[in-house]
């Protein structure tokens, strides 16, 4: 289960596409959106990026930082990055830590089959380190601007 608003964000420190270190308290005084996601390069988690970097200067304009993590490696994330113009951070999560952190990992069921996966979330997390908002069962379209809405209301 997803942690909920009111809470405190847990701690991460997850690297990014150029192997860089990335750890909650780097955003300490900004409000961060932080979306986790499935799968690089696929439908749903390809048209929820392509949201974000649609709508990405509307939320640097209000000072919010967007950062996605997934499972996906570091060489994943630049792939898609490229491939997509994604303006803003990619986080490498491979032991699922920090989904497990933030209550966004456990079964799930595709075509009769149950795995293990990221539930699709995304968090607002104020400039104190709380969590603000959650969005669970993310239909990819149009969440950028859900999520901005929010953000700005």
């Known amino acids: 289960m997803a942690l909920k608003a009111g ?4 701690n991460f420190e997850l690297k990014d596409n150029e192997g860089k270190l990335h750890k909650l308290t780097d955003y300490a005084g900004q409000t961060i959106v932080v979306y ?3 799968r ?6 390809t048209t ?3 949201s974000f970097r649609d709508a990405y200067a509307d939320f640097r304009e209000a000072g919010v930082e967007v950062i996605g993590i997934s499972p996906d490696s570091e ?14 951070i990619l986080l490498s999560d491979p032991d ?16 009769g089959r149950e795995y293990e996966g990221v539930y ?14 959650v969005f669970e069962n993310v239909k990819p379209a149009d969440h950028s601007h859900e999520v901005l809405a929010a953000v700005l209301g």
């Open 120 to 133: 699709r979330t995304t968090f607002i997390i104020g400039p104190e380190g709380m969590i603000k908002k």
């Open 36 to 38: 986790f996601y499935p």
């Open 75 to 88: 060489k994943s994330h630049t792939n898609f990055i490229n491939k997509f113009e994604l303006p803003f």
């Open 40 to 45: 690089d390069n696929t439908p749903g988690c």
């Open 48 to 50: 929820e990026a392509c």
């Open 7 to 10: 809470e405190p964000a847990p």
């Open 96 to 111: 699922h830590k920090t989904c497990n952190a933030f209550g966004v990992w456990g079964p799930k069921k595709m075509a």
